[in-house]
């Protein structure tokens, strides 16, 4: 299938200030927020585009919960040929996995109750911790305590979204990811995409999706449509508007969140985003009649996102009319142009000259790292970590950022998403004689590792963080001495 691209048109065309494009890129950069893609589009056309290097159109990015709008979506094509109803109830779907001895609570739980995060339930089961489980999601789930009466209590709970991926799998015999890959993807001219199942093979439903900026696009532009893609119904109207909270909105609570079929609503700004972990975000601004896409790496916990930067830099002032200081297309053309992630990795004056292999044993750790190897040439630094996964390559340029492919464990710093083939863009630099530091960015997610490595004789200590993660930013230090050198 041949991709589909949007028409592209200038900010002018769009009836959108290039200084209010410039200005949230300005407040997203002082408020610490690392971007790595924002598309944005009005009337169906991109009227802008940038990415960070190195992030690009064309590399796919770990959206998290993003993914829940897509689970959805699955959800509602079942709706829509009659396979699904808002009022089954959950349990009847998988009796093999309940309790030999449901609660009247549990018994009354409802498809519509699992969507809206109104199941009863009042603690998480998050991806990081489905990830970590061998054995039967389903199981798992029901296990789970239900101290509410479903429909009266919101809380966020990512199970009720696998469980209805599996539910949908239930009453379709397909995945999630079939349902959306043989209706969505073919209708809007996506690029296909992959999504992780749970152990007995269901798509994890609460994330797992990697999505390129204009598909995120693309899936946005359908629900602002209403469900409809060019003149053609995709998904049910009324799913969709279910969907916003413009039909049937959920009985809400005070102190309850606008939150909707896994759509968050932003009602004084009419803004609806599908949202996901340490910030994505595909939102819809109907008044505009606008589409916006953002990936980018937030805190765990920062109180301020990209999206806080949109609402104020962009979409308030649309819709407010706010008149906006002209500036030269040229300028907002550079700004999008030195959008630059990868670190400066000057050469020292005394930088070492080495061609030579070096390996550490490891004293022993909490991340069961056993062996470190460095391999040094002129342009190159190949480094290797063997622990209980085996041994991983990390294969970095010196001085350079060089593009490739790493199954290292990185999994405790990385909200437990662990992978055998990373996409990994891994530079090299020495900052003093004694300290090798590199920096390995993992490009189809938030995440960025930070390596130092410094030496004293044949003793020599290993450091790693991350920019972003659910857990720790840290991990405890390695020391190793040297056994082998050549």
């Not at 590199?438 to 450091?463: K, L, Q, S």
Request: aromatic content about 10%; charged content about 25%.
């Amino acid at each position: 299938m041949t991709y589909q691209y949007l028409a592209r048109i200038s900010p002018k065309e769009a009836e959108v200030s290039p200084k209010l494009i410039f200005d949230f890129l300005q407040a997203c950069e002082r408020n610490n927020i690392e971007l790595h893609s924002v598309m944005m589009a009005r009337h169906g056309k991109v009227f802008f585009e940038a990415y960070a290097k190195p992030y690009g159109p064309d590399i796919p990015h770990y959206v998290h919960s993003m993914t829940k709008a897509f689970t959805n979506t699955a959800a509602g094509i079942a709706y829509s040929k009659g396979l699904l109803k808002l009022e089954d109830k959950v349990i009847s779907f998988y009796p093999e996995h309940a309790p030999k001895k449901p609660t009247e609570y549990q018994k009354e739980m409802t498809v519509k109750n699992l969507i809206t995060m109104r199941s009863g339930m009042d603690k998480d089961i998050n991806g990081s911790e489905f990830r970590t489980i061998r054995t039967s999601w389903i199981a798992r789930y029901f296990q789970q305590p239900v101290p509410y009466k479903p429909g009266t209590h919101y809380f966020y709970c990512s199970g009720n979204t696998f469980m209805t991926s599996a539910i949908v799998q239930k009453v379709t015999g397909k995945t999630a990811h079939d349902v959306i890959n043989e209706t969505i993807v073919p209708a809007l001219g996506m690029r296909p995409f992959t999504w992780t199942k749970s152990p007995e093979g269901i798509c994890s439903g609460n994330s797992g999706i990697s999505l390129c900026a204009e598909d995120i696009v693309k899936f946005g532009m359908l629900y602002l449509n209403h469900g409809e893609w060019n003149g053609k119904q995709i998904i049910a109207r009324d799913w969709a508007e279910r969907s916003l909270g413009l039909l049937d909105p959920v009985e809400r609570k005070e102190g309850d969140p606008l939150y909707n079929y896994h759509w968050m609503q932003y009602a004084s700004e009419d803004m609806y985003s599908a949202e996901g972990f340490l910030g994505q975000y595909c939102t819809l601004i109907p008044k505009l009649d606008m589409v916006v896409a953002i990936t980018s790496a937030t805190g765990a916990k920062a109180e301020i996102g990209a999206d806080d930067m949109l609402r104020d830099c962009i979409v308030n002032p649309l819709l407010n009319n706010t008149p906006a200081e002209d500036i030269p297309a040229e300028m907002l053309e550079r700004k999008r142009q030195y959008m630059n992630l990868t670190p400066r990795m000057l050469k020292i004056e005394d930088e070492p000259v080495l061609k030579e292999t070096r390996t550490y044993a490891v004293e022993e750790n909490e991340d069961h790292i056993t062996k470190i190897i460095l391999h040094f040439d002129e342009e190159n630094v190949l480094f290797g970590m063997e622990d209980d996964r085996g041994l991983n390559w990390v294969d970095a340029g010196l001085r350079y950022t060089k593009e490739g492919y790493s199954g290292v464990t990185a999994n405790y710093l990385h909200h437990e998403m662990q992978s055998e083939h990373d996409h990994i863009f891994a530079g090299a630099w020495w900052e003093t004689p004694n300290t090798l530091k590199m920096e390995w960015r993992f490009v189809e997610t938030a995440f960025c590792d930070f390596i130092t490595i410094t030496f004293d004789g044949d003793e020599m200590c290993f450091r790693r963080s991350v920019n972003v993660n659910s857990k720790a930013l840290e991990r405890p230090l390695i020391k190793g001495h040297l056994t082998d050198k050549r």
